[in-house]
């Protein structure tokens, strides 16, 4: 798989570095707000531009140590003022691990002493360095960001996120500087890849360990051990499988300043990598939103996952036990109900045996292809059994469906009207197709679009 590269937004605060953000990902996801210091989490996105992929960061202002200049317009509030140093150090974790860095100024205020200091700081990586010069929302504006070529670093762009001018040239820039693979991705890997995801503490390293038969990886009581994702590769009955091991995602609001931040992120990157995923759960404490957070940036990835209950020998248990926590699991990810649901022991190795023959049937799954005849059929008896929806007097008509697409299985169903396609509708047509099919663990895209041939007769 290509490598899928980082672009990370730093800058002093109040620059406009959220707005850009939404602006360049094209999704209200940064908060934005006229006071200074808003941004302290790091938010990542995927963005596109001309066919090209990066994930996109947007980092907490840097400020500079200094006492804040007397120029500043827009002070910092009290609680953003106690994080200078921590926004400082997240934004230099994500300076050190981005393949681009966007350094964001305000063309209005002109350089200031905290650009400065900012621009220290990027003239000691080698990494493509662009200057956007925001808040540009006229032309003469615009022509002013050929001042902050004073920087001295790379080219200089100068921008509006708020109107949206010039984020093209922005982005033609940064497509430009990105590169396109590592060295260490020359040679195609096409081994099995399983990433082990959850929350920290839950036991990953652990069962990272007893799935290798070795301590290859620290494994430590205290959360957080694991920062950065770690590949291990193993031959399982001579197929080659590459575990990926992650650093614990948290609820964004939960995670922590300084290098979580962006383990964050390169956990994320991993999900993408991965063929499935497996998303532990501590038995212990119990299904949790956070881990339902975790689930959703998997699903949202559209990844095959496999759901593991750990340290299931610490719980007391009786006849209905696993009954019962399977169906608390599984009412806390509802969004999942084709997942199956495994109860291990990482410490003593119950059921652990079980993971990498599930994982390879997942995968298998995941190229399964449904013949066109044969989805159809499945159609018709769905269509049967239950009308299409209607709005304001016309009803739905589905044309044919195809498979179009494996890893993930895609479904391309041609219709009159795709407005009328309700996700109640939506959903009962894909539960119609897991009947006949289940795709075990593995998530089904559904796209309708607008067709006049008709193939498929009521």
Known sequence: MAYYPTVALVGR???????????????????????????????????????????????????????????????????????????????????????????????????TAADEEVADILRRTDKPVIVAANKGDNVAQRQMAVDFYELGLGPVIGVSGLQGMNIGDLLDEIVHSLPRQRPEDETEDDSLKIAILGRP??????????????????????????????????????????????????????????????????????????????????????????????????????????VLVNKWDAIEKDSYTILEYEAQVRDTLKFLPYVPVLFISAKTGQRVSEVIPMAKRIV????????????????????????????????LKIRYASQVAVDPPKFLFHVNDPQIVHFSYERYLENQIREAYPFFGTPLLMEFRRSSEDRFKE
């Open 13 to 111: 605060p109040n620059v406009g570095k959220s707005t850009l953000f939404n602006r360049l990902t094209g999704q209200n996801l940064a908060a934005v707000h006229e006071k200074a210091g808003t941004t302290r989490d790091r938010q990542y996105a995927e963005a596109e531009w001309t066919g090209v992929g990066f994930m996109l960061v947007d980092t907490g202002g840097i400020e500079a140590l200094l006492p804040i200049e007397k120029g500043l317009e827009v002070p910092l509030s009290e609680d953003s003022a106690a994080f200078i140093r921590e926004i400082r150090a997240q934004a230099e974790i994500a300076i050190e691990d981005a393949d681009v860095i966007v350094l964001v100024v305000d063309i209005r205020t002109g350089i």
């Open 201 to 306: 503490n839950v036991g990953k390293s652990s069962l990272l360990n007893r799935l290798l038969g070795q301590e290859r990886v620290i494994v430590s009581p205290v959360a957080g051990t694991t920062r950065d994702p770690i590949d291990t590769k193993l031959t399982y009955f001579g197929e080659a499988i590459t575990l990926i091991d992650t650093a614990g995602i948290r609820r964004r609001g939960k995670i922590e300043r300084g290098i979580e931040r962006y383990s964050v992120i390169r956990a994320l990157q991993s999900i993408k990598r991965a063929d499935v995923c497996l998303l532990l759960i501590d038995a212990i404490e119990g299904i949790t939103l956070q881990d339902a957070h975790v689930a959703g940036y998997i699903t949202e990835a559209y990844k095959s996952v496999i």
């Open 364 to 395: 298998e799954e995941r190229f399964h292809r449904l013949s066109t005849s044969e989805l159809n059929q499945i159609v018709r008896k769905a269509v049967e059994a239950q009308a299409p929806p209607s709005k304001q007097g016309k009803r």
